[in-house]
């Protein structure tokens, strides 16, 4: 899947909303302006995150959604006494026009139009409320500046004046915690606690506030339901020095079997516990560190307002969850090729059905789906499938919509980008595939989209490489044509976790991680034509060892690819590979073939057998 | 020339002190610990600076090496009463040891080692004094973070207590400040000044401190005589919104001609009414900005005393001097056409002589030098030639010495790393040759080697690229062998100026600045291989706007290779190399040849001939 938060998704509009007395976007303003006002603020902003900063916001803080109507996955709003504004970024300059009523909101461009300069112009000397639980401290740096500009402030809200009108707010996810068993976590949870408190006692550290849902589920050893792609429970928690750990979690979601898993050195509170949990060790004068970049403001705040002086670091889960251990490998390698049965079965199907022009977006995500769900350990999808014909292959972001389903033409190309949560591992595939013949431009393109992929795929690098560095190997065939794709070129996945993680990326943003062994990292170069189709060729890799070769003076790092699907043979022009390359595809595609002919249906295993043949082996056109 | 400050160079060392009072380091430092006690500081720093933060430190700067003894290119001192320390990093260990007592001084490694801590250590609750015009803001930060972990505190003294007790200290450059013709420059002064200017105005700017004496030499069309491989004056400007400027230089530099070339809207002030001049702006309320990279804390500091915030900003030259004009390129073009005849010329005659084991590192340098002289416009060396030798070219920064000094012999390689300044341009180019018959691991890391110039060479890129972006690019063939080497890829390079300037770098380190057309840069990727051999091929070469690709969707950039001299054939092999990587060499040695052949010696084009023949034909050992 391409860049973190390219997909549209909004989790408040896949459920009827519940009666409320304030049904349009209008009285919904009205509403809220009162309210604001009440409160002796000038106005309030409303962006699109929760307590965690997840990357999927639950519908419980879907407060943009419900506010001004707009799902896109990015934006925010504020809300003025006279005036109001929306700020969206270039991928939902469209979307936000279709959804927001401009009579009540001026739409703005994120990063063309700042929010600062709006502020500045609307605002005068008035006082401007914010949620510090919805917003890093780098966020209300920016606020603030743009208040003062305007001559006026910035002050926190916890308590969300928002909220206070939302009559139908849907309650928080409740899904219970459960434990995440030690055959698929690979070392247990004292130990990580074990581990990382002994470097916070080295450092001089005496606690690490953890935010992020999806480090307490590694640190933890434990998973949750809160959210509809991601398998964990929101929740908070302290670790110490001493390797112990406070868990703050909504107490519906613990049972006699989590409470047993978590063992005495992790006490548990309810969420309301955290807020004087931070006030506890502000009157302590702990050490604290504190991540800026994911944790809200309101912890800093009420931190320092306790007294402490919280460590700006990162997250201590952050890099050694980024470095899976053998047992997640292991695991992560076994769940890929059951990830590859599944589309490797749809994509024999595919060539099957798709000829007659019949099939429709929604129909083949839906059977994709289908025969994932089959596959052992399968929980979950791990995003929302992009499931992109002819055109729509080149909205990166592209989400099948009932308006916007549309049938698959020969002649086409077809881009599908999926993956899922299975209890051993997370996966994430994009696979182009040809509708019947495809034209020369689109197959010269493929190639050398491909040309980057395999680039990255064989790459070898020293220690302290990072994949900033990297990059430009997956861009350079492209560029070489005067193409590029404006998204990343690799992120980091976790393990039955986040699909998007850090730290590592491979992008031309520059990234000071430096790859480790162990840690996953999506290869997805693509191409897109605005109007016409996308390209995009991804397989999830791991970083290992490589062999030393003779006379090395420096260890080195190599991919291990870990996906497990043809890649659409009609596409690839040989004529702009070499010979390395085409040797490449051959090896994968025998290993793709060896590995799942034996656990594809029989249908498959015979179109298997074609598509997988050696590319320099006469052209097959499907 | 590889990394910025890689080479040793010391120019107090290249002239007989005068006698003075203080001969030994033990008698230099007691004065400096009297003076400083007297002063009532517990300590002082030493640092190896200029006022300007120059990399090539003039000798009246040269404090550091009067105290210690100690005459690599980076590196300072910290003294107390009673204990003394020199930081120097990993290039300087051995030298160190060899040229400090180390019964006065700790040596201790910059990095591995830090200042930080010794200081913590040693100075108790004292005051450490330090030169603020020999430290940048950043620096004063963190030594000012060492004194406070130490419960001590730092202090500016601007009056350097070391200047005290050299009474022998070399005098001030005093090179007169010359006009830079048009012919060269390609746009007048009064232009330069009007477009900075108005850019200053835009952003509500009243003024920029310039402290940076290329920036000053580029904006006023002027050079100088001051360094010893710097065509520049030692000075301070200041540059107005409205485009005038003020001038601040010694006196005896200036001369009627320059007074007139400057013309009115420059206004000329001897150099020690530049502080009274900060003052003014501080009292002015002037908004004005400095370079915190470059500028000295001592601007910061006079300039927040007299009330001003200064804005600290990228020197407002740094941009437009790298991106150069049609002018200058059409003059570093031409220069670097005699530097080629200069350099082919070297290896021809090389070829002839070195077989028999009698030249030397020395006499190969000396007669480079002398080639380079017969040229139209040239005015000095651009940096201190590297002559290695065998396991000397293993050394990055190596410098010929009289002891160090080694033969040429057969069946080791010479590499050979040099440039000039002629009034019409800058060159910086290495040749690594056989000497004799080389060996086949010799040839597969130059091949290598070879492999990553030319995957740079050749790139095309998008707009917005980073020079960090393409580094690996150059690594990537020696990085699948195992192997890599220690210094960045490429620097910036002035037009008659600094051999390294900013802001554009190719390097593992990464760098926002985005290579726009007309920027010089080098293209040096290396092997080391310590106590054996060095290799390195450098070109430097030129951004410019490619020929669209049919089909491209974006426009691209590309290099242009300026440097003209055959690369060692001998040193190739081509079973290593594709087509394209063949067909780059036999076009660039055509061009070699066809440039050179009716310019060189007539024993030289003959030599040529052979040297620049297609490498697939035979190969042909010298």
Same mark, same amino acid.
């Given at each position: 899947m391409a860049l973190p938060g390219a997909q549209g998704h909004n989790a408040a509009m896949d459920d009827t909303p519940?009666?409320?007395?304030?049904?349009t976007p209008a009285q919904r303003l009205a509403a809220l302006r009162a309210e604001v006002a009440e409160r002796g603020l000038a106005g309030f902003i409303v962006p699109l995150a929760d307590e965690h900063q997840n990357e999927w916001v639950p519908a419980h803080a879907q407060r943009l959604a419900w506010l001004t109507g707009f799902t896109g996955s990015a934006g925010f709003a504020v809300v003025l006494a006279g005036s109001a504004a929306i700020f969206v970024d270039g991928r939902y300059t469209l979307q936000s026009r279709e959804q927001v009523d401009e009579t009540l909101y001026t739409i703005r461009h994120m990063t063309d139009e700042p929010a600062a300069d709006w502020i500045a112009a609307n605002l005068g000397g008035g006082t401007l409320g914010y949620d510090?639980?919805?917003?890093t401290p780098g966020e209300v740096a920016r606020y603030k500046a743009a208040c003062e500009k305007a001559g006026g402030s910035l002050v926190p809200c916890p308590d969300n004046p928002l909220d206070a009108v939302w009559a139908d707010r849907p309650a928080r996810p409740a899904a219970p915690m459960v434990p995440h068993d030690l055959a698929f976590a690979g070392e247990p949870a004292a130990e990580k606690r074990g581990r990382l408190g002994a470097t916070l006692a080295t450092d001089g550290i005496d606690a690490a506030v953890l935010t992020a849902p999806d480090s307490i589920a590694w640190l933890l050893n434990v998973r949750g339901g809160d959210l509809e792609f991601t398998p964990v429970a929101l929740a908070f928690a302290i670790l110490r020095a001493d390797a112990s750990a406070e868990l703050f979690v909504? +107490?519906?979601? *613990?049972?006699p079997a989590l409470i047993a898993h978590l063992g005495n050195a992790v006490s548990i509170a309810p969420t309301e516990s955290f807020a004087p949990a931070l006030d506890a060790l502000g009157a302590d004068d702990a050490k604290v560190t504190v991540d800026p970049a994911s944790a809200a403001a309101f912890v800093f705040e009420r931190l320092e307002a306790a007294g402490a002086s919280p460590v700006r670091r990162a997250d201590p889960c952050a890099l050694p969850k980024a470095c899976k251990n053998d047992t997640e490998l292991a695991g992560i390698r076994s769940a890929h090729v059951r990830d590859g049965v599944a589309l490797t079965n749809f994509l024999g199907w595919l060539n099957e059905v798709a000829a007659d022009g019949a099939l429709d977006e929604w129909g083949a995500a839906e059977h994709l789906e289908g025969l994932r769900r089959r596959g052992e350990h399968f929980q979950r999808l +791990?995003?929302? *499938?992009?499931?992109?014909?002819g055109l729509h292959g080149a909205i990166v972001h592209y989400r099948v919509t009932e308006e916007s389903n549309r049938r698959l033409q020969p002649g086409e190309l077809f881009l599908v980008d999926s993956g899922a949560q299975y209890l051993d591992g997370t996966t994430d595939v994009t696979r182009t595939v040809a509708i019947g013949a495809p034209g020369e431009e689109e197959r010269e393109r493929f190639t050398r989209v491909l040309k980057g992929h395999i680039a990255l795929a064989t790459c070898r690098f020293p220690k302290e490489t990072t994949g900033s560095q990297l990059d430009v190997l997956a861009r350079h065939a492209l560029w070489q044509a005067g193409l590029d794709y404006d998204h990343g070129t690799g992120h980091g996945v976790g393990t039955y976790l986040n699909v998007h993680e850090g730290p590592q990326r491979i992008s031309k943003i520059p990234n000071r991680a430096a790859l480790r062994p162990g840690m996953i990292v999506s290869n997805e170069p693509g191409y897109y034509k605005e109007g016409a189709y996308g390209i995009r060729i991804e397989n999830l890799v791991a970083v290992r060892e490589a062999d030393a070769p003779e006379g090395a003076d420096r260890p080195l790092y190599e991919f291990e690819t870990l996906t497990l699907a043809p890649i659409d043979r009609t596409l690839i022009d040989t004529t702009l590979l070499n010979e390395a390359e085409c040797g490449w595809i051959d090896r994968y595609h025998e290993r793709v073939r060896e590995t799942l002919t034996p656990l594809v249906e029989a249908a498959t295993a015979t179109w298997l057998a074609g598509a997988t043949t050696?590319?320099?082996e006469g052209e097959v056109r499907s």
């Amino acid at each position: 899947m391409a860049l973190p938060g390219a997909q549209g998704h909004n989790a408040a509009m896949d459920d009827t909303p519940a009666p409320s007395a304030l049904k349009t976007p209008a009285q919904r303003l009205a509403a809220l302006r009162a309210e604001v006002a009440e409160r002796g603020l000038a106005g309030f902003i409303v962006p699109l995150a929760d307590e965690h900063q997840n990357e999927w916001v639950p519908a419980h803080a879907q407060r943009l959604a419900w506010l001004t109507g707009f799902t896109g996955s990015a934006g925010f709003a504020v809300v003025l006494a006279g005036s109001a504004a929306i700020f969206v970024d270039g991928r939902y300059t469209l979307q936000s026009r279709e959804q927001v009523d401009e009579t009540l909101y001026t739409i703005r461009h994120m990063t063309d139009e700042p929010a600062a300069d709006w502020i500045a112009a609307n605002l005068g000397g008035g006082t401007l409320g914010y949620d510090p639980w919805l917003a890093t401290p780098g966020e209300v740096a920016r606020y603030k500046a743009a208040c003062e500009k305007a001559g006026g402030s910035l002050v926190p809200c916890p308590d969300n004046p928002l909220d206070a009108v939302w009559a139908d707010r849907p309650a928080r996810p409740a899904a219970p915690m459960v434990p995440h068993d030690l055959a698929f976590a690979g070392e247990p949870a004292a130990e990580k606690r074990g581990r990382l408190g002994a470097t916070l006692a080295t450092d001089g550290i005496d606690a690490a506030v953890l935010t992020a849902p999806d480090s307490i589920a590694w640190l933890l050893n434990v998973r949750g339901g809160d959210l509809e792609f991601t398998p964990v429970a929101l929740a908070f928690a302290i670790l110490r020095a001493d390797a112990s750990a406070e868990l703050f979690v909504d +107490s519906g979601k *613990t049972t006699p079997a989590l409470i047993a898993h978590l063992g005495n050195a992790v006490s548990i509170a309810p969420t309301e516990s955290f807020a004087p949990a931070l006030d506890a060790l502000g009157a302590d004068d702990a050490k604290v560190t504190v991540d800026p970049a994911s944790a809200a403001a309101f912890v800093f705040e009420r931190l320092e307002a306790a007294g402490a002086s919280p460590v700006r670091r990162a997250d201590p889960c952050a890099l050694p969850k980024a470095c899976k251990n053998d047992t997640e490998l292991a695991g992560i390698r076994s769940a890929h090729v059951r990830d590859g049965v599944a589309l490797t079965n749809f994509l024999g199907w595919l060539n099957e059905v798709a000829a007659d022009g019949a099939l429709d977006e929604w129909g083949a995500a839906e059977h994709l789906e289908g025969l994932r769900r089959r596959g052992e350990h399968f929980q979950r999808l +791990s995003f929302p *499938t992009i499931a992109g014909a002819g055109l729509h292959g080149a909205i990166v972001h592209y989400r099948v919509t009932e308006e916007s389903n549309r049938r698959l033409q020969p002649g086409e190309l077809f881009l599908v980008d999926s993956g899922a949560q299975y209890l051993d591992g997370t996966t994430d595939v994009t696979r182009t595939v040809a509708i019947g013949a495809p034209g020369e431009e689109e197959r010269e393109r493929f190639t050398r989209v491909l040309k980057g992929h395999i680039a990255l795929a064989t790459c070898r690098f020293p220690k302290e490489t990072t994949g900033s560095q990297l990059d430009v190997l997956a861009r350079h065939a492209l560029w070489q044509a005067g193409l590029d794709y404006d998204h990343g070129t690799g992120h980091g996945v976790g393990t039955y976790l986040n699909v998007h993680e850090g730290p590592q990326r491979i992008s031309k943003i520059p990234n000071r991680a430096a790859l480790r062994p162990g840690m996953i990292v999506s290869n997805e170069p693509g191409y897109y034509k605005e109007g016409a189709y996308g390209i995009r060729i991804e397989n999830l890799v791991a970083v290992r060892e490589a062999d030393a070769p003779e006379g090395a003076d420096r260890p080195l790092y190599e991919f291990e690819t870990l996906t497990l699907a043809p890649i659409d043979r009609t596409l690839i022009d040989t004529t702009l590979l070499n010979e390395a390359e085409c040797g490449w595809i051959d090896r994968y595609h025998e290993r793709v073939r060896e590995t799942l002919t034996p656990l594809v249906e029989a249908a498959t295993a015979t179109w298997l057998a074609g598509a997988t043949t050696p590319v320099g082996e006469g052209e097959v056109r499907s």
